[in-house]
């Protein structure tokens, strides 16, 4: 079985999130999402409208989805690779070059990104509406 692994905060799902993990799911057989946890958000400064626990919830109902993990630190994406015996490293083409250092455990692979819509833009249109 090969095994695929993301990462992100997954926060206001859109187009651009499935496209991803559908993507990252075309890549092996079963696929793992680490969200951010709300207390690793706080610590980038970063606040999700949903909690984490509504992040997981909503995810583990996408059909390309077979697993949900926190994702409480930078660091843990080599200790993540390892203990799930991760065969590929899937993320946005936006972190290109970032997680190369993971290439001598797994294969990493950087996405292009769906043009057009970002949760920064859908936060960005509702605060104008």
């Avoid at 706080?42 to 697993?67: C, M, P, T």
């Avoid at 991760?86 to 972190?95: A, K, P, S």
């Avoid at 833009?121 to 605060?127: M, P, S, V």
Wanted: aromatic letters at 12%.
């Amino acid at each position: 079985m090969k095994r695929v692994i993301t990462y992100g905060t997954f926060d206001l799902l859109h187009t651009g999130h499935i496209n991803i993990l559908r993507r990252a799911k075309e890549f092996g057989d079963y696929l793992i999402v680490a969200i951010s946890s709300d207390e690793f958000n706080a610590l980038k400064g970063k606040k999700a409208y949903y909690s984490f626990e509504q992040r997981k919830l909503i995810l583990e109902a996408i059909r390309y989805v077979d697993e949900v993990i926190p994702e409480h630190t930078w660091e843990q994406k080599i200790r993540d690779v390892r203990d799930y015996n991760v065969d590929v490293f899937v993320m946005g083409d936006d972190w290109k070059g970032k997680f190369d250092f993971l290439s001598d455990m797994c294969e990493v692979v950087y996405l292009p990104r769906t043009v057009g819509i970002s949760t920064t833009k859908i936060r960005e249109d509702l605060t104008k509406s």
